[in-house]
């Protein structure tokens, strides 16, 4: 998980699960999170190899990965650390 060892965590996140996986040939972490009483996953991919595709690419690549559930709402998030992030799964602990 080292390539992946600078993701920030918002202080009131707790990660209650990591694991490191390859979704058509992107490397990506999966996280289990919750924040506030809201329970969810992230796809986290590194912003150098994901810059050329658009949010709706990024939605697509967490589908195929077979993860998201049917139905479930998807935010995507870019930030200045160089990370992709694609939050779905969303419910309430």
Not at 50 to 78: N, Q
């Amino acid at each position: 998980m080292e390539a992946f060892s600078n993701v920030p965590v918002d202080p009131d996140t707790r990660i209650l699960a990591s694991h490191l996986l390859d979704v058509q040939g992107h490397q990506a972490l999966l996280q289990l999170w919750s924040w506030e009483g809201l329970c969810a996953m992230s796809l986290i991919f590194h912003e150098d190899e994901t810059a050329s595709l658009s949010d709706e690419a990024l939605r697509k690549l967490a589908i195929v990965s077979g993860i998201p559930k049917e139905g479930t709402s998807f935010t995507i998030s870019r930030n200045k650390q160089g990370y992709a992030f694609v939050n779905f799964n969303f419910s309430n602990d």
